[in-house]
């Protein structure tokens, strides 16, 4: 039984019809049951013969949450909006993992209040894969700006979940952690940077 994934489909460029031929892409090309989760009248029209084929299913929700709201404020107030029910998807056990290409401070507060945090980390970040040139590998940018003024101790956080997330889902080994700053002497950085460099190195 393969994994289903749930997918907001009203939210991102030219929705929902990309996000929904994406979506029937990733059921041939990556192995995956889809939940498409949003108006039933707007994605019907993009699916062959205006009904799911196998492996697909639509979630109806009413309300979709713009490009330019409010993430917290919207997420409470809009319960029935797409990717609020996304991630109900995924704690209720319908699905294991979401997909929003909107709003995405909405989808992280989605994730975050449906979900929950992580014991031991005070808040979520956003991975971006970035290619390495002349390899095959992939290095990951955390965080790539959910937060704009962290702490130390979060960035000490974030590089703990990134190297799990190198081993496991990208089958690095032995991941290893570097950080972004103006220079690689230790003493480089403004104060955020020389306080995670001495809070990076107790962890080696």
Known sequence: MSAVIAIDAMGGDRAPGEIVAGALRAVEECDVDILLVGRPDAISPHLPGGSPPARVEILGASEVVGMHEDPASAVRTRTDAS??????????????????????????????????????????????????????????????????????????????????????????????????????????????????????????
């Open 83 to 204: 990717l609020v029910r996304a991630a109900e998807a995924v704690r209720d056990g319908r699905a294991v993992a979401m997909v929003g290409a909107g709003n995405t401070g909405a989808t992280m507060a989605a994730a975050l209040l449906r979900w929950g945090r992580i014991k031991g980390v005070h808040r979520p970040a956003i991975a971006i894969p970035v290619p390495v040139i002349g390899t095959e590998r992939l290095q990951l940018l955390v965080d790539a700006g959910a937060t704009v003024d962290p702490d130390p101790e979060w960035l000490v956080e974030w590089a703990a979940l990134a190297g799990e997330y190198a081993r496991v889902r990208l089958g690095v080994d032995e991941p290893t952690v570097g950080l972004l700053s103006n220079g690689e002497e230790a003493g480089k950085g403004d104060a955020l940077r020389k306080r995670a460099f001495e809070l990076l190195a107790q962890m080696a």
